[in-house]
């Protein structure tokens, strides 16, 4: 059983920057891919950026490609998002996530079965 817990999040102005982290705990971590997702009012859940158990493939939603970018540290059992250049679009409920690495990416949040309990990241304009 992997538990999550996820911080960082906050208010921000249109091209501000935020750094969210997410630590895991009670499984192998590195053994597990870990993703963020985000949630936004009236919206479903969508994969932003993925990596995989030994860091060596990462998944970016086309809209955040070369603003945020996803990085683990096994060492720590934390994985991380930077976020930069950050639009009101990107307003929504961060959430991370773990699959078991079966050796593929997979961005439907219904593969995941670990999820943190969200932190709330808000851009203003």
């Known amino acids: 059983q992997v538990q999550l817990v996820d911080s960082g999040g906050g208010l921000v102005p249109a091209g501000g920057s935020l750094r969210l982290s997410c630590a895991a705990s009670?499984?192998?971590?590195?053994?597990?891919?870990l993703g963020w997702f985000r949630q936004a009012p009236g919206k479903e859940r969508e994969a932003v950026a993925i990596i995989s158990s030994r860091g060596g493939r990462t998944y970016y939603l086309d809209s955040v490609k070369g603003r945020f970018t996803i990085s683990r540290d096994n060492a720590k059992n934390t994985v991380y998002l930077q976020m930069n250049s950050l639009k009101p679009e990107d307003t929504a409920v961060y959430l991370c996530?773990?699959?078991?690495?079966?050796?593929?990416?997979?961005?439907?949040?219904?593969?995941?079965?670990?999820w943190g309990q969200g932190t709330q990241v808000t851009v203003s304009s």
């Open positions: 009670g499984g192998t971590f590195s053994r597990y891919v």
């Open positions: 996530a773990a699959d078991y690495d079966f050796g593929v990416l997979r961005m439907s949040p219904r593969s995941y079965d670990y």
